[in-house]
């Protein structure tokens, strides 16, 4: 089972790297407001949503698996017609591999907590 400290600080420090429009913005919590919105205003959204199906209930999984429920994730989104984009998640000061996930455009909170749950997420 992984530290719950520690999985506090990797989240608080993780790197989320979007893929917008054939660019890749890097994201934190650090990152400056203004620097948030302009995304956002590119995006035409007014919020992104982060997903990874990778490491369901913090357990690390091999590469297929990961692939696989990625894979159900992006078709399940692209069926409903959710406007989304690649994400890929890291935490410098953490062991854990690249996470690579979506990043969902105007998901309410509410709607996320369910999606997370199907995909045994703890964040």
């Known amino acids: 089972m992984v530290n719950k400290s ?20 890097t994201l934190s919590t650090l990152s400056k407001q203004a620097f948030v919105e302009r ?4 995006t035409r ?23 696989r429920r990625h894979d159900q994730l992006t078709q399940q989104l692209h069926h409903l017609g959710i406007r989304f984009f690649h994400t890929s998640a890291l935490a410098p000061q953490c062991d854990w591999p690249v996470e690579h996930g979506v990043a969902i455009a105007d998901l309410p909170l509410a709607s996320a907590y369910p999606l997370n749950q199907r995909f045994h997420q703890n964040a």
């Open 6 to 25: 520690s999985l506090n600080t990797a989240y608080e420090e993780a790197l989320y790297r979007l893929d917008i429009m054939g660019r890749r913005y």
């Open 45 to 67: 959204c007014h919020s992104l949503t982060i997903i990874t199906v990778d490491h369901p209930g913090s357990q690390r999984c091999d590469r297929a698996t990961f692939s």
């Open 39 to 42: 995304i956002l205003d590119m």
